[in-house]
């Protein structure tokens, strides 16, 4: 199993890396990809069958908000992805299955396709960014695991993850915080005191998108979303940290146009 995560992780971390490297049309249409799958699976969770119409309008909004982005208007993304939750949320109570968790479905998901996208396409310094996201999401992931297994400990929130520990989470927190530091100080930004600092926070934002979607599973008695990644489960089992991370640093930076950097390269 150990071995089975472990080359799943290191093939994902490659296409991230190609996708991101070629930006543009090609990284957009990866996260399209990818964010329509999440979709596929977030819709057999809540609903055990994917219905046609659910899962076409889940991917138009997520289509719609990326291609704002690409074409020049970030700002309409959320608008469009807002109205395709609508559509999705009135959709599902057509189906009698309730307009909630359609219309929450493609905001968790349409949302962060497009700050993914936004942030990569920040000029000059937008890929960075992103390397740096990469950077603390996958430590924190890995820190957690390694932290969990080795002290064990008291659980942390047995009802939603009887496998996540406070040791766990404590890794989490440290592996992030280092990788964030570390990729600040490898590409010369001037605090990386402060970058290792968002790093821990953003590890700890990507255990709690973790522990969302154990939530999700559980409220649906579902052991993962689903079986396509070998030791892994679905796409919506291994990205949900990064799914929060992304939308988190995306609103920071209304704030701080820095980002997490620190600097404007």
């Keep these: 199993m150990v071995l089975r995560r472990g080359a799943s992780a290191i093939v994902l971390m490659v296409l991230a890396g190609l996708s991101l490297w070629a930006g543009g049309p090609v990284l957009a249409a990866w996260v399209v990809l990818l964010s329509g799958r999440m979709a596929f699976e977030w819709l057999r969770l809540v609903?055990?069958?994917?219905?046609?119409?659910?899962?076409?309008?889940?991917?138009?909004?997520?289509?719609?908000?990326?291609?704002?982005?690409?074409?020049?208007?970030?700002?309409?993304?959320?608008?469009?992805?807002?109205?395709?939750?609508?559509?999705?949320?009135?959709?599902?109570?057509?189906?009698?299955?309730?307009?909630?968790w359609q219309a929450a479905g493609v905001?968790?998901?349409?949302?962060?396709?497009?700050t993914f996208v936004a942030l990569a396409e920040i000029p000059d310094h937008g890929k960075l960014v992103i390397l740096w996201i990469f950077a603390a999401v996958w430590a924190s992931d890995v820190g957690a695991w390694l932290a969990g297994n080795l002290f064990g400990g008291p659980k942390l929130w047995p009802a939603l993850?009887?496998?996540?520990?406070?040791?766990?989470?404590?890794?989490?927190?440290?592996?992030?915080?280092l990788a964030g530091g570390a990729v600040a100080l490898v590409l010369g930004a001037p605090n990386p005191l402060a970058a290792a600092l968002l790093g821990a926070i953003a590890g700890l934002l990507g255990q709690g998108g973790d522990l969302s979607e154990s939530a999700l599973k559980r409220h649906f008695h579902a052991k993962d979303a689903g079986d396509i990644i070998p030791g892994h489960g679905g796409f919506l089992d291994r990205l949900d940290s990064l799914l929060a991370v992304t939308l988190a640093v995306g609103a920071m930076l209304v704030f701080v146009p820095e980002g997490p950097l620190g600097v404007t390269w």
């Design 47 to 100: 609903e055990r069958e994917v219905p046609p119409s659910g899962l076409a309008l889940f991917v138009a909004a997520i289509i719609a908000g990326v291609a704002a982005v690409l074409c020049g208007r970030p700002d309409l993304a959320a608008p469009f992805i807002a109205l395709g939750a609508l559509g999705a949320g009135l959709d599902g109570s057509r189906r009698g299955k309730g307009f909630l």
């Design 107 to 114: 905001l968790c998901l349409g949302l962060p396709a497009a």
């Design 161 to 177: 993850s009887p496998k996540k520990t406070w040791a766990g989470l404590a890794g989490a927190l440290a592996s992030a915080g």
